[in-house]
């Protein structure tokens, strides 16, 4: 299948400024739309985790509620990638980000008057979670057209910031919040911050219209995206990692108000794991911000995959703030690192008219997999304790890197000629 022109661009960075992204006014703007949008959203993210295990004390439960978000992704990523290529991009944003706030300000409602049940935080998450499969792979594929594909792939670590600095700023804000005001001002600050984002996706000038002027039935439209990933040789490698780490690596954030109570004994202070994971994640991106324009992502990848393995083996025997807190640190700076670079590879290796449904399969491994090994884990850490639990994933993930190093020379080969070698 041909490349586009645009397409090859992103490989030739002709300046390797980290920061150079931020000369184009619709980036700018979208970034600080979604910084303050994720801000409410790890804001609430503390105090749902706190919530839900104080009404149940059950690690299940805590999955449960992740799983209800994440499984519409699983059923609905394929399909809304097709969304994304033929819909108006700034439409679906605003009509998504007003979904976000309202079921935001329902449990802000809710928790005030203490009429809120873990029934309805299940199924509030369900709701939000099939929005999402949408929103996430339009805001991501909207980066290809606020910079130019020379810039893209200076972009891209930049845009994971506001997610990634809003992990460590949004916890200890949450966590503040909610040991002074409780959790529904948690929520209340988090379904105004969808206002964030809608004003931005507004004020953009960029042209967010389809650029796919294909048509046929969408069953067709789906499953090319499919197959171009699997006949690509790099992207099909890169989406079975990603599928592996999703599922072994990164159950553990689901558990960590369980992890904080049982291993650490934080109480409301649990909050700062959140923040040492968060740390961990803006040193990854700074460190992808800055090497943007080298040629060492395959390297990267298997590197976090060890750190991975590494830091779910360590805390699974932690007991201690000292070794806990850098261990979440390593691994929030570990699945950064595989994640944003494989967005990148992801990107920079499909066609524009592709783009949309070639990125959702890179959030179909993160997001789609996912929720099958949260629940798993958090039945498994029920039954049989959350430490062996979380050493399993560890030792799996040893395996995943073994596969990571095998196959590395695929990942130099895309690098050194983002074209493609569709089989």
């Known amino acids: 299948m041909a490349r586009s022109d645009s397409s090859l661009a992103i490989g030739r960075e002709k300046n390797p400024g980290a920061l150079r992204a931020f000369r184009h006014p619709d980036f700018r703007l979208l970034w600080f739309g979604a910084f303050l949008s994720f801000m409410g959203s790890w804001i609430q993210n503390v105090a749902q985790g706190y919530y839900v295990y104080q009404l149940t004390g059950s690690e299940r439960a805590l999955a449960m509620v992740s799983f209800a978000q994440m499984i519409p992704v699983t059923i609905l990523g394929p399909i809304a990638g097709v969304l994304t290529d033929t819909l108006d991009k700034r439409k679906v944003l605003i009509a998504t980000q007003a979904i976000f706030a309202a079921g935001a300000l329902l449990l802000a409602y809710t928790a005030f008057r203490g009429i809120a049940t873990y029934g309805l935080l299940v199924g509030v998450a369900a709701v939000l979670g099939t929005v999402s499969a949408i929103e996430m792979p339009t805001r991501q594929s909207i980066i290809s057209r606020v910079v130019p594909p020379e810039d893209l792939g200076a972009a891209i670590p930049l845009n994971a910031m ?191 008219a592709l783009r949309g449904r070639v990125v959702s399969m890179h959030i179909w491994a993160l997001s789609g997999i996912g929720p099958f090994g949260v629940l798993f884990f958090g039945e498994l850490a029920e039954r049989v304790g959350l430490a062996p639990a979380i050493r399993l994933g560890g030792v799996i993930m040893i395996a995943a890197l073994a596969l990571a190093v095998w196959k590395l020379p695929i990942l130099k080969s895309a690098e050194d000629d983002p074209r493609p070698a569709v089989d």
């Open 162 to 352: 506001t997610f990634n600095i809003s992990r460590i700023l949004g916890p200890v804000i949450g966590g503040m919040l909610l040991r002074t005001m409780g959790p529904s001002a948690c929520y209340l600050v988090n379904g105004l911050s969808f206002f964030a984002l809608i004003f931005a996706v507004m004020a953009i000038r960029s042209d967010l219209t389809s650029a796919n002027k294909e048509a046929g039935p969408i069953l067709d439209l789906i499953l090319e995206g499919a197959r171009y990933t699997f006949r690509t040789p790099a992207l099909k490698l890169l989406f079975i990692l990603e599928c592996m780490v999703s599922v072994f690596g990164l159950f553990y954030l689901t558990q960590i108000p369980a992890i904080a109570e049982k291993f650490l004994h934080l109480g409301k202070d649990f909050f700062w794991a959140y923040f040492s994971v968060g740390v961990g994640t803006l040193s990854a991106l700074v460190l992808l911000t800055t090497n943007s324009h080298r040629r060492i992502k395959g390297l990267l990848i298997c590197t976090a995959i060890g750190f991975i393995a590494f830091g779910l083996i360590g805390l699974s025997f932690a007991k201690s703030l000292w070794i806990a807190f850098p261990l979440f640190a390593i691994l929030g700076f570990a699945s950064v690192t595989i994640f944003n670079t494989c967005n990148t590879l992801f990107q920079t290796l499909s066609t524009d």
